[in-house]
Each structure stands twice: as structure tokens, then as C-alpha cells.
């Protein structure tokens, strides 16, 4: 049973949410070889305020 965890900042909608579960799953049955209800997604959406890189918040890179 794959489990897929996508981490990402928040602010998508819900619309790009089905289109992004839609496609990953349909990735997953491709590759692993197993059928849609066997796959679930987790998203994980933070603030970018909580992620940094090189040493500077998310927020002040842009």
C-alpha cells in the first residue's frame, strides 16, 4: 500500500489539489503496478514562515 506525503507551502486551491492527487496516483498505479484504492496522499502544507533555506525564512527569499 504506497503511502505519497507531499510537502508544500500553503495557498493552493482545492481545484489543484484533485489535479495533483489525481496525477500522482495515476503515477503510482503506473509504476508500482497496483490499483487506485491501495494509494493514499497525505499534503502537508505549512507556512513559509516555518521553512527556511541558507540560513533565511522562506518569507524573505522571494
Known sequence: ????????????TIEQKRGLVKDVTEA??????????SVSIHIHEGKKENRAKAGKLAIDLG
Open 28 to 37: 503510482v498505479c503506473k509504476n508500482y503496478n497496483v490499483k487506485p484504492e
Open 1 to 12: 500500500m504506497p503511502l505519497v506525503i507531499i510537502e508544500a507551502d500553503e495557498g493552493r
